[in-house]
């Protein structure tokens, strides 16, 4: 196992491991909400009459709202959405997600998170989403271990993933660490390729549809197939890292 993060090391031209902080996306790794998101998109898309698939939102996860729905306008229509558009699809997105949401975490996703942050690290969320329903629920959900000062939502950035700016903007809110202090836990691969692209580990966990393949080609370190997996390895990958320090 330390051989994987010997190799990022080398590849980054990094010195060694310090980490600080763990950095978590939120659907699909903290609340098992995907299922709800992609059947809201869909419905939504329905109603508009714009063709789409339901799984077709698992690759697109991450994506800030109005990024999705100009990427399937501008496949079905051949141009980009208007301003107006982004508007009242998003809006009737957001509508239909809150009524299906029935806000239930990721099996194992609380137990990881309260072991990291009682081990020292800090916790930050790093979403593409915009929901205030989820957003708002974390601190029930996941009591005292996240600030909401320091999460970072579709809100904050002007690039939602794949672009690396949200993960940038996660280290620059953990405090200021650079990609070798931390490590991103994600389930989506545009969530990896954001991750990938801002120089940060990446241990996906498969807890959709997709292959598992996907998020090693999108640049996973390390692809496992549930929070509980992870739960039950991260001593061997904390033991493998702090050799590393």
Known sequence: MSSVFKDFLSKHNYPKFDIKAILFDMDGVLYDSMKWHSKSWKDTMDEFRIPCTTNEFYLYEGMVGRNTINHIIKREKGRDATDQEKEIIYKRKSELFTQYNDGSLIPYAYDFVKKVHNEGFSCIVVTGSGQP???????????NMFNKEKMVTAFDVKHGKPHPEPYLMGLKKAGNLSPNQAIVI???????????????????????????????????????????????????YRKALSNLY
Request: hydrophobic fraction near 45%.
């Open 186 to 236: 994600e389930n989506a691969p545009r969530g990896v390729e954001a991750a990938v692209a801002a120089g940060i580990f990446c241990i996906a966990v498969n807890t959709g549809p997709l292959p598992d393949q996907v998020l090693v080609d999108a640049g996973a370190n390390i692809v496992l197939p549930s929070m509980e997996s992870l739960f039950n390895n991260w001593d061997e």
């Open 133 to 143: 329903s989820l957003i708002n629920k974390l601190e029930h959900s996941f009591p």
